[in-house]
């Protein structure tokens, strides 16, 4: 694996990017190449011959074969929150962190969301078309709702389900809620309610889903859900477009089961920024569609950037990946080695042989030095507990002060 200890850092940024991100990447000393249109196979070939340490992406899918071009890839880093284009399981195995933007473009997704819901109340599309084919219709664009009053429900009140909730204040809209845990503080700063998904479908004219793709949220919304909504009720999605069953939000809309949708994600998405757009869901005349656009503000686009940078910062300074969304969160150690020692080069090397020796496996190991730079104490998670011969042979060398073995409840 390439990455830390090398004199540079290779960067690949396979999507567009903003300057300030690339100026600043360099300023720390990185190779940077940037090359929007890369996708397919244009991506493994130029994995190929950039051998980049650290791999950049926005919309652009990282599978298998583009993972396993890079003999020097350690670290693929999403500019964005979401993670499903990347084959986390293939970086995984491939000893490749995998790392996220979280949270940097809640606030222009949650811009979108009410932009889709005014267009689709207000037909601002249709309004415009009528009038650039010469056509003046006063009468049938006057009728409108508004937002005021109406009951919007927010499913998954994470980052950007948290914008959205704070923007329909501004519109004095009922809120529901629906998500795996409560959020007492904004419901009492809001007045939310937190509610079940079937009695949040059941009372809102305004649905909007803000939830990650994942097996429990695979076509969340299907046939047997959307049959709740209200005739007059719309469905706005700026999440991911597999959390919709689209061929049952076809037969919505053709059907009438709703009055609309606003789609920012599809099912069938093209692999690349510009291209063929096929998903037979944009034909209906009740969805209003974006082009995967929700984080695409000059303020998200900088944040996120900025995000970027201090993830390659961290890992070009100390090797640790913040945001790092593939790592072991499973209990796999029993118990920790708990070790005092002198400051002197090769203890720890000496305490992982004895523990090689022992066929114990080491999962984590941090160091800390003491003050005065004399001594240092360690923490080493094991997956199994080491014999007691390998333990005596450790608490006997001459620079180990004391050991103790914790186990892990």
Known sequence: MGGIGKSTMKVLIADKFEKTGIDKMQQLGCEVALDPQLSGESLIAAIKEHEPDILVVRSTRVEKPMIEAGSELSLIIRAGSGFNTIDVETASARGVYVANCPGMNSVAVAELVFGLMLSLDRRIAHNVNDLREGTWNKAEYSKARGLKGSTLGVVGLGMVGKE?????????????????????????????????????????????????????????????????????????????GEVIDEQALARALSEGWIAGAGLDVYEQEPSTAKGEFTDPVATFKGLYGTHHIGASTEQAQTAVADEVVRIVRAYVDSGDVPNCVNLEKGDI???????????????????????????????????????????????????????AETLERIRNHELVLSTRVVLLK
């Not at 939310?192 to 909007?208: A, G, I, M, N, P």
């Not at 070790?339 to 305490?351: M, T």
């Not at 160091?367 to 997956?383: D, F, P, R, Y």
């Open 164 to 240: 959205v909730v704070a923007r329909a204040a501004a519109f004095e809209m009922r809120v529901l809620y629906y998500d795996v845990v409560s959020h007492p503080e904004l419901e009492e700063r809001y007045g939310l309610e937190k509610v079940s998904l079937h009695d949040l479908l059941k009372q809102s004219d305004w649905v909007t889903l803000h939830v990650p793709l994942a097996e429990g949220t695979r076509h969340l919304i299907d046939e047997s859900n959307l049959r709740l909504m209200k005739p007059s009720a719309h469905l706005i999605n700026t999440s991911r």
């Open 333 to 387: 150690d029993s118990h920790v080695l708990i070790l005092r020692h002198y400051n002197k080069p090769g203890v720890l090397a000496f305490v992982c042989g004895e523990l090689n020796k022992a066929n114990v496996n080491v999962q984590e190991t941090r160091n800390s030095v003491l003050a005065g730079a004399k001594t240092c104490c360690a923490q080493i998670h094991l997956e199994s507990e080491p014999p």
